[in-house]
């Protein structure tokens, strides 16, 4: 029944005349910043600061900071789960393009980056929350998590991904505000100084299921830790440029979207405990709504219900309980 999961990949470019496709998660940051009045200033803001960002870490050889600029496609996967062209949009993640000005060469980036999901959604915003309505004490589903991690697996084994990438993805978060990190002396040349947290968190956890390791990095003249989510080992498997895509691209969103976090006027310290609240930080000029986000995130998780889980249950169910991890 597994060989029926077909997959179809598609992309556009995320540049100054992006605008979001009807199937695209309007939570996503990419479709956020391209609506509104100042979606094309706010693209251009947003591809600046990246290709700024860039420069700034792959500064060998790049003497007046302009040798490289980083091109963006978004990357749509949509699933049939019964092999009769009804497909649903599953995941979307970003791949990386770097383009060197020196050698006119146009080179593969990271794959991954962002990474939304609806059925995350659904696990998060009506699982979740279902689960511990009138409740006394929060907890999660022993099973929470499971079949969108197995899709997940399944997805980055399939001959779909393989044929399109040639990598494994690394997906690139915010710092959770629950924890408290701590600075190690474990320091690489791209990535920066690792941070080791305090305790694990439900993200990593739901992250782990996905077959994900995670490790915490601040590179130079960031003000946070980024996690850094990946297969394999994230410090080998990876060139300098491909790791400096991924690390401008997402810092750039995590500026916008967690300005309190990521835009902070101090840099972390020793022991760092992110704050959402934190008064002493700067605002970027690129309009986000941070309030429209969570409202839609609980929307398509309610879409993802209705559309996905109840139809499809019986066969997702026995697709997962026969999934070989």
Known sequence: MSNNFQFTISSIAFDENYHPSDNSRATTNFANLARGESRQENLRNTLRTINNRFNALAQWDNPKGDRYSVELEIVSVDMDVEGN???????????????????????????????????????????????????????????????????FKYFVDSNSYKQNFN??????????????YHKTENEHPILGVEYQPNESSLTEQYFKKMGLDVRYFMPANSVAPLAFYFFGDLLNDYTNLELISNISTMETFQKIYRPEIYNANAPAGQCYKPSINNPDHSLTKIVYDREERGKLAIKQGKFTEEYFIKPYLATLEKWSANYAV
């Open 85 to 151: 062209g009804d497909a649903f949009p599953t995941i979307e993640i970003l791949k990386t393009y770097i383009v060197d000005h020196k050698t006119n060469q146009r080179i593969e980036g990271m794959v991954g980056n962002n990474f939304s999901s609806y059925v995350r959604d659904y696990d998060f915003s009506v699982l979740l929350l279902e689960h511990n309505k009138n409740q006394a004490n929060f907890s999660i589903p022993e099973d929470f998590g499971d079949l969108h991690g197995k899709m």
């Open 167 to 180: 990598k494994p993805p690394v997906i690139c978060l915010s710092v959770s505000d629950n924890k408290t």
